[in-house]
Each structure stands twice: as structure tokens, then as C-alpha cells.
């Protein structure tokens, strides 16, 4: 009974204690819902570095919103998000009409819209808010960012459940899926499904930034979802692997965070880092048993 009040007192008693601590989690535990599924669509698609670009191109959004009505949620998240469906829009269309592929493009405006970003917040506010935004404070959610994160999570969680099988072929086999949409008369179902799924990144991304900033913001949708996919086969699998890793990368930075006074938002994603390096290591597509097959096979 004592190992047990120790281990309550350590683990729970500090969300018991502290509504900022229970909001903060709360958060983490949505985002862990929302995001980290995505990050495994984004891996299927081999589009792994897409996100990151998304989470940075985001930022000169969130710096006009800044510039116009200061740290307001809703200003910073409408900017972010209109900011990032516009990058979206201009890789697509350099891609379309050039020879670079979309991964080059954006990464090209990327790097350019986050310079940006970074000089329109620093010319008008102060280090502070600057650091505010790329690097988050999850302790700092109110309600009115917690609202937002849940709708966010929830929105894309019955998204992906609606379009399941749409989002699989558009991973998988987008040419089955644009023969099949021509013959049901549209012919644009592919790009559809592509569209939505892109829209939902960029929105979690934006509902992100508040807690991890816009510099971390993918690190809770990436490593779950990479680390998953050294666990399972089946996407269904890796798809519940990928949000419960991310929540308890959440729960557990929260938890090292209030004991040793460090930074939330980077101590959750170097858990998140953790729990991929275990499953580097032992994960059945990991190192130990790839290593212990070896002989077997060789025999």
C-alpha cells in the first residue's frame, strides 16, 4: 500500500493539485488523438519531411495575426492556418507548372516563410513573445486553447474515420482510386481525399503551436507515428500505437517537466524521442530482433 500512495503521490498528485497541470495534460492527451494518426497517413505517403515544412511555413500567419491583435488565439490560429493552406497551394502549383517536384518546393518556401515569420515577430514584439511562439507553453493552455485543441482532435479524428478507406487507397494505390472516382463520374476523388487530408495537417499543426511552438509542433505527430510503424503490419495498428505513444510521451514530459522545472514543450518531444529509440531497439523491425534472426536465418 505505501509503494502505491509513493507512486500516486508522484504520478497523480500533481494533476490532482493543479488545474494548469490538468489542462496541459488534457491538452497533450487531444493532440496525441489528432495528431499522431496523421503523422502515420504523412508516413504511408512518404511525406514525413512534409509536415515539418507545414509546421514551420505556418509561422508568417501567426506573426500577421500577432502584428494585428497580439497574442489572441483565434488571430494566431486563423493566421497560421491561412498561411499554411497558402503554402500548400504554391508548392502545388509549382510542381504543377515546373519541373521541381512538391517536396522541393516546399521546401524552398519553407525555409523563406519561417526567416519571415521570425523577422516580422521579432520587429514587433519582444524576445519573449518570440519565444512564446516557436517554442509553446503547454502549462500555459486556457480554456479558450484548450477548446480549440479538443475541436481540432475531434474534427480530425471523425474525419479519418469517415474517409478511412478513401485516405488507404489515396496512400496506397491513387490510381485505383482516380479510375474509380472516373467512373463514378467526378474524377477528382484522389485530389479530394488529398486536399482534406493535407487541410486536417495544417489544423493540427495550428492547434499544436500554442503547446509545443511552431519549431516542435511535429514532433509529436512524427515520432509516434515513425516509431509505430516499427511495431506493426497493419495501419490500424499502427494508427492506435502512434496516438498511445504520443499520449504517454505527453503524460510523461508533463511529469519530468513539473519535477525538475524544465520546459514542457521540448521535454515531451525528447520523450516522444525515447519511446522511438526503444522501439529502434527492440520493436520487431527494430536492431535486438533483427539481430537475433540473424543467425537463425543464416542457419
Same mark, same amino acid.
Given at each position: 500500500?505505501?509503494? *502505491?500512495?509513493?507512486?500516486?503521490?508522484?504520478?497523480?498528485?500533481?494533476?490532482?493539485?493543479?488545474?494548469?497541470?490538468?489542462?496541459?495534460?488534457?491538452?497533450?492527451?487531444?493532440?496525441?488523438?489528432?495528431?499522431?494518426?496523421?503523422?502515420?497517413?504523412?508516413?504511408?505517403?512518404?511525406?514525413?519531411?512534409?509536415?515539418?515544412?507545414?509546421?514551420?511555413?505556418?509561422? %508568417?500567419?501567426?506573426?500577421? $495575426?500577432?502584428?494585428?491583435? $497580439?497574442?489572441?488565439?483565434?488571430?494566431?490560429?486563423?493566421?497560421?492556418?491561412?498561411?499554411?493552406?497558402?503554402? =500548400?497551394?504554391?508548392?502545388? *502549383?509549382?510542381?504543377?507548372? /515546373?519541373?521541381?517536384?512538391?517536396?522541393?518546393?516546399?521546401?524552398?518556401?519553407?525555409?523563406?516563410?519561417?526567416?519571415?515569420?521570425?523577422?516580422?515577430?521579432?520587429?514587433?514584439?519582444?524576445?519573449? +513573445?518570440?519565444?512564446?511562439?516557436?517554442?509553446?507553453?503547454?502549462?500555459?493552455? +486556457?480554456?479558450?486553447?484548450?477548446?480549440?485543441?479538443?475541436? =481540432?482532435?475531434?474534427?480530425?479524428?471523425?474525419?479519418?474515420?469517415?474517409?478511412?478507406?478513401?485516405?488507404?487507397?489515396?496512400?496506397? +494505390?491513387?490510381?485505383?482510386?482516380?479510375?474509380?472516382? $472516373?467512373?463514378?463520374?467526378?474524377?477528382?476523388?484522389? &485530389?479530394?481525399?488529398?486536399?482534406?487530408?493535407?487541410?486536417?495537417?495544417?489544423?493540427?499543426?495550428?492547434?499544436?503551436?500554442? /503547446?509545443?511552438?511552431?519549431?516542435?509542433?511535429?514532433?509529436?505527430?512524427?515520432? %509516434?507515428?515513425?516509431?509505430?510503424?516499427? *511495431?506493426? +503490419?497493419?495501419? %490500424?495498428?499502427?494508427?492506435?500505437?502512434?496516438?498511445?505513444? &504520443?499520449?504517454?510521451?505527453?503524460?510523461?514530459?508533463?511529469?519530468?517537466?513539473?519535477? &525538475?522545472?524544465? %520546459?514542457?514543450?521540448?521535454?515531451?518531444?525528447?520523450? &516522444?524521442?525515447?519511446?522511438?529509440?526503444?522501439?529502434?531497439?527492440?520493436?520487431?523491425?527494430? *536492431?535486438?530482433?533483427?539481430?537475433?534472426?540473424?543467425?537463425?536465418?543464416?542457419?
Amino acid at each position: 500500500m505505501s509503494a *502505491w500512495l509513493a507512486f500516486q503521490q508522484f504520478a497523480i498528485a500533481p494533476f490532482q493539485e493543479f488545474a494548469f497541470m490538468r489542462r496541459a495534460l488534457v491538452a497533450a492527451l487531444a493532440l496525441a488523438l489528432g495528431s499522431a494518426p496523421l503523422g502515420v497517413l504523412l508516413t504511408l505517403r512518404r511525406m514525413s519531411l512534409f509536415g515539418e515544412a507545414l509546421s514551420h511555413a505556418v509561422l %508568417p500567419g501567426v506573426a500577421v $495575426g500577432f502584428i494585428f491583435f $497580439g497574442l489572441s488565439l483565434p488571430a494566431l490560429s486563423i493566421g497560421g492556418f491561412i498561411a499554411g493552406v497558402l503554402v =500548400v497551394a504554391v508548392a502545388g *502549383w509549382i510542381s504543377r507548372h /515546373t519541373e521541381l517536384k512538391e517536396d522541393a518546393s516546399m521546401a524552398a518556401i519553407y525555409v523563406v516563410a519561417l526567416a519571415l515569420g521570425v523577422i516580422l515577430i521579432s520587429r514587433h514584439g519582444t524576445q519573449l +513573445d518570440l519565444l512564446h511562439i516557436l517554442f509553446g507553453n503547454v502549462l500555459g493552455v +486556457d480554456s479558450e486553447g484548450l477548446l480549440l485543441i479538443a475541436g =481540432v482532435a475531434t474534427v480530425s479524428v471523425l474525419l479519418i474515420a469517415a474517409m478511412y478507406r478513401g485516405l488507404l487507397l489515396e496512400s496506397f +494505390d491513387p490510381a485505383y482510386l482516380f479510375a474509380s472516382s $472516373g467512373r463514378a463520374g467526378s474524377g477528382r476523388g484522389g &485530389a479530394v481525399y488529398q486536399q482534406i487530408f493535407l487541410m486536417l495537417v495544417v489544423l493540427n499543426l495550428v492547434a499544436s503551436f500554442q /503547446t509545443l511552438g511552431t519549431l516542435m509542433a511535429v514532433g509529436l505527430m512524427m515520432l %509516434p507515428a515513425v516509431s509505430a510503424r516499427l *511495431w506493426h +503490419d497493419t495501419l %490500424p495498428a499502427q494508427l492506435l500505437n502512434s496516438a498511445a505513444q &504520443a499520449a504517454a510521451a505527453g503524460y510523461c514530459g508533463l511529469l519530468i517537466s513539473y519535477y &525538475a522545472s524544465v %520546459p514542457s514543450g521540448p521535454v515531451i518531444i525528447v520523450c &516522444a524521442g525515447g519511446f522511438y529509440a526503444l522501439s529502434l531497439l527492440f520493436a520487431p523491425r527494430g *536492431w535486438l530482433p533483427r539481430l537475433l534472426r540473424r543467425p537463425h536465418l543464416q542457419g
